[in-house]
């Protein structure tokens, strides 16, 4: 059982370099606290998970080509996520709209390595089975 994740929680990417503030849409019409609550499937760059600053990884092509460029330093590029799938684990009976409600401790895997990580949930007092 984990807290609930709303509309305003943060989240980071291992790489990424600064955090980011997840969004939630209120389709579901579930509000926990007064905010949107989020579901496993809520993973659309730029609409639920907006950058986190700038990339540095080098599975990311823009950061590749960038730091080749760059005679091989490390050369970060602006972030734009690309989930690979959806959360994992959310709640283990709580639903939203027939999908597991988004939990404290789920991680979300970006395309070019990243693994992206809820720090603060937002929600301050609800939990979520």
Same mark, same amino acid.
């Given at each position: 059982?984990g807290?609930?994740?709303?509309?305003?929680?943060?989240?980071?990417?291992?790489?990424?370099?600064?955090?980011?503030?997840?969004?939630?849409?209120?389709?579901?019409?579930?509000?926990?606290?007064?905010?949107?609550?989020?579901?496993?499937?809520?993973?659309?760059?730029?609409?639920?998970?907006?950058?986190?600053?700038?990339?540095?990884?080098?599975?990311?092509?823009?950061v590749?080509?960038?730091?080749?460029?760059?005679?091989?330093?490390?050369?970060?590029?602006?972030?734009?996520?690309?989930?690979?799938?959806?959360?994992?684990?959310? *709640?283990?009976?709580?639903?939203?709209?027939?999908?597991?409600?988004?939990?404290?401790?789920?991680?979300?895997?970006? *395309?070019?390595?990243?693994?992206?990580?809820?720090?603060?949930?937002? *929600?301050?007092?609800?939990?979520?089975?």
């Amino acid at each position: 059982m984990g807290q609930s994740v709303v509309t305003g929680a943060m989240a980071t990417c291992s790489f990424g370099v600064a955090p980011s503030t997840l969004n939630f849409l209120p389709i579901t019409r579930v509000t926990i606290e007064g905010r949107p609550a989020g579901t496993t499937m809520d993973m659309m760059p730029m609409v639920n998970i907006p950058p986190f600053g700038m990339c540095t990884s080098l599975s990311n092509p823009t950061v590749a080509a960038a730091t080749s460029a760059a005679l091989g330093v490390l050369t970060p590029m602006p972030c734009i996520p690309t989930m690979a799938g959806p959360w994992k684990p959310g *709640a283990l009976k709580t639903t939203i709209g027939g999908k597991p409600a988004l939990v404290s401790g789920s991680t979300c895997n970006c *395309a070019f390595g990243g693994m992206v990580s809820i720090t603060m949930t937002g *929600a301050m007092k609800t939990t979520a089975g």
